[in-house]
């Protein structure tokens, strides 16, 4: 396989890796009623680092709309998972704040989810997860310039 066959296949592998990634995610919290992209809100809200980031930084850490990111917002809200306040210094700004039940929720299913990753990578050297790693690093890079 040539250069330009092996990049037209990451190229199309990465649309769609993520689709059958979120069908096993999504098949694997079905029990808890709930999605792989409110795993991945409840997810990206933690890496900010910040006790309450607001929604437009969730949706862009993300790569999503804010409408998208506030109406799986609303779901975690009903489900007690998150909080939606408005920022007192503005009330135009929306912040995202994890509730104690999401806190204890993927506490007690950590170990599900450091499962289903070893599972992912099982057939992986870490010479290929090393590679994988660096390679998706660039492509970020890359999007991030084009963007």
Do not use: C
Request: avoid cysteine; charge should be negative.
């Amino acid at each position: 396989m040539d250069i330009l066959e092996q990049q037209r296949f990451i190229f199309g592998s990465l649309f769609l890796i993520p689709n059958k990634l979120q069908v096993i995610v999504d098949r694997t919290l079905a029990k808890h009623e709930l999605t792989a992209k409110q795993w991945f809100l409840t997810a990206m809200i933690e890496k900010l680092s910040q006790s309450s980031p607001t929604l437009m930084e969730v949706a862009e850490a993300m790569g999503s709309s804010y409408q998208n990111v506030k109406s799986i917002a609303l779901k975690l809200q009903e489900k007690n998972f998150l909080v939606l306040e408005k920022d007192p210094e503005d009330r135009r700004v929306t912040r995202l704040r994890l509730t104690e039940k999401s806190a204890d929720f993927w506490d007690k299913h950590q170990e599900e989810g450091i499962q289903l990753v070893a599972e992912l990578f099982s057939d992986f050297t870490p010479d290929e997860v090393a590679s994988l790693y660096k390679g998706l690093m660039k492509m970020n890079q890359k999007l991030q310039e084009l963007e």
